[in-house]
């Protein structure tokens, strides 16, 4: 049969379907939402975006910029939803997240192909299955995903970072400025001396946190670490971190401050805006307070304080192939941050790999079998076996891609021809794998 239940209407899930849909393959999507929501979601539409509004770096020197073209030439759904509503944020991709969930929701409720079922998942049904019902897992689901894997799944803490208003923000002690003036000026950067910065660091190690069983400074992602942790891990942390004032020089001053937080626009009107690398899981009041202590916003209003969460990810190297099939049960695979890759564009790049694999075996077509030259390739077979010790969540970066044969002076210059060398191999897939055409950002009415 050429029929598919997806579990989870994420990005992962969402991505997996619409590949599988423009296949041929009749997919039954379910998802909870509205009828039920995680403590992390507020919206009801699909692909939600819970922690930033950012997708990262765009810039083929860059690994998760690699990644996203190589989406893009593969016919992403998410892709082209977030290039629709993309917003200022220099050289990254940052969306208006509520008009890009609710593109994608579009799309796939839309689809021929794809019946959605906002029910909640509570058994796994016969036939082909991709599990991408995400970190925040739990109840029923939780214990079927246990009993697949006999136990292997572990878990992390994840963390989200707060939102103020732009008006409520002093321009007098900020300015608008991109890092070393790359592209646009679209971040708001707020200065501060040696002094200001010390007090901040002070307060903030000893800030009162919200109670979260389970949770200790050992037990979290280094790729979203809250504020806080990083504050208790020495006085100068932040300012090699998200406060790192390296490439910006305040307009009052004409020099580079002692450290800069950096807020990036969160909704299209330009209205919202999130204080960028601060996910944290301090009590509110305790946030108003400390965060307050930013001389530029002293007096800002906080539309969304930071939460934190628990995060749940499989030993995916001991359970997964380089489809992110169950090795035992390869009817049922996995997309998503549950496989171990962290991020979302790779959660949404897990799930492209898992729908189209799955369609060319339903097709009874051979496998694509990604390559470690590849950035969608590399993820997959580093999640699946190649890991080196215990298995630890992992964005896209160029150490996991296959290195070049040939010596290229210059870190940029050699990222730039592993890039190229990907998208020459990307091309040649997308002709030979065809049936995954979305429309263009311009064609936006027709998402």
């Given amino acids: 049969m050429r029929d598919v239940t997806v579990i989870g209407a994420g990005l992962a899930g969402c991505e997996a379907a619409w590949q599988l849909a423009q296949r041929g393959i009749h997919v039954s999507l379910w998802e909870m939402k ?44 998410i892709m082209a939803c977030a290039e629709k509503n993309r917003l200022p944020a220099g050289g990254a991709l940052a969306v208006d997240r509520e008009g890009f969930s609710a593109d994608v929701t579009h799309a796939i409720k839309t689809h021929p192909n794809i019946d959605t079922v906002e029910e909640e998942a509570v058994t796994l049904p016969e036939g082909r299955v991709i599990v991408a019902t995400g970190p925040l ?20 803490f994840d963390a989200v970072a707060p939102i103020v208003t ?45 109670q979260l069983h389970g949770f200790d400074d050992g037990g979290v992602f280094e790729g979203c670490m809250p504020v806080e942790v990083m504050a208790r891990r020495g006085i100068d942390t932040l300012r090699y971190g998200p ?48 965060f307050s202590m930013i001389p530029a916003l002293r007096n800002a209003q906080f539309v969304r304080y930071g939460v934190m969460h628990r995060n749940t990810y499989l030993d995916s190297p001991k359970l ?51 390559p470690q030259e590849t950035a969608i390739g590399a993820l997959a077979l580093y999640i699946s076996g190649g890991s080196v010790g215990d298995f630890q969540p992992m964005n896209i970066n160029f150490g996991i891609i296959s290195p070049l044969d040939h010596r290229v002076k210059g870190k940029r210059n050699k990222n730039a021809a592993i890039s190229q060398r990907s998208l020459d191999i990307i091309d040649e897939i997308a002709v030979k794998i065809g049936g995954s055409e979305v429309p263009s950002a311009q064609e936006g009415e027709n998402l």
């Fill in 34 to 77: 509205p009828k039920k929501r995680s403590p992390a979601h507020v919206s009801d539409d699909y692909a939600e975006l819970v922690c930033s509004n950012s997708l990262r770096g765009d810039d083929l020197t860059n690994a998760v910029g690699l990644l996203k073209e190589e989406m893009r030439r593969l016919g992403s759904i």
């Fill in 137 to 156: 897992t739990e109840g029923p689901m939780a214990e079927v995903i246990n009993r697949l894997c006999d136990g292997e799944g572990l878990h992390f």
């Fill in 243 to 290: 406060l790192k004032p390296v490439g910006l020089k305040d307009p009052r001053t004409g020099r580079e401050p002692y450290a800069v937080v950096q807020l990036r626009q969160d909704n299209s009107e330009g209205t919202l805006y999130n204080i960028v690398g601060f996910q944290t899981h301090l009590k509110f009041p305790e946030q108003k307070r400390v």
């Fill in 166 to 210: 732009l008006e409520s923000v002093d321009m007098n002690l900020a300015w608008f400025a991109s890092r070393y003036d790359k592209g646009t000026a679209d971040y708001v950067n707020c200065a501060m001396d040696r002094d200001e910065y010390m007090s901040f660091v002070q307060e903030l190690a000893t800030a009162q946190e919200a």
């Fill in 320 to 370: 997964l192939d380089r489809y992110y099939r169950l090795k035992d049960l390869p009817r049922v695979s996995f997309a998503g941050q549950m496989t171990g890759v962290e991020g979302y564009v790779e959660s949404a790049a897990s799930g492209m790999l898992a729908g189209i694999e799955t369609a060319r075996e339903l097709l009874e077509q051979p496998p694509v079998d990604f």
